[in-house]
């Protein structure tokens, strides 16, 4: 669950997506919403098959993970949740992998990654405000 949320949080990036600065000054403060799961699968595996073998392995998935927590948009009341400790990137990608590797390679092609993306972006409980 924990890492359900940790993936949620980072799809809310935008930064993936071409024109997220204008979508965001066009929608005040909020973030843009993430682009549909099959974009971001394809531009995942575009910007982090390091093998250029047309999927993502653990490692590779595990960047990207990184790369996405570092870089997420502030949400609207953040400053007024308590910041999560940094999630295990390494487990949240062997997590999405043993989740939507149909195939048993042990790795996630586009279709699978847009499978796991998916399941790991159904609504989840909201965050606790701090006390």
């Given amino acids: 669950m924990k890492n359900q949320l940790y993936v949620i949080a980072l799809l809310g990036l935008g930064s993936l ?3 997220a600065a204008e979508n965001e000054c066009q929608r005040g403060d909020r973030p ?3 682009p549909p799961p099959e974009e971001m699968a394809a531009q995942l595996v575009a910007d982090f098959d390091a093998d250029l073998d047309g999927a993502l392995k653990a490692e590779e998935l595990a960047t990207a993970m990184a790369f996405l927590y570092d870089n997420r948009p502030p949400r609207p009341g953040d400053e007024e949740m308590e910041e ?3 999630p295990d990137h390494g487990q949240v990608a ?3 992998i043993s989740t939507a590797d149909l195939d048993g390679d042990g790795e996630l092609n586009e279709a699978e990654l847009e499978e796991a993306l998916v399941i790991f972006m159904r609504p989840h409980p909201p965050r606790h ?3």
């Fill in 17 to 19: 997506t071409v024109g």
């Fill in 129 to 131: 405000h701090r006390s």
């Fill in 84 to 86: 999560p400790p940094e």
């Fill in 94 to 96: 062997l997590d999405m």
């Fill in 32 to 34: 843009p919403p993430p």
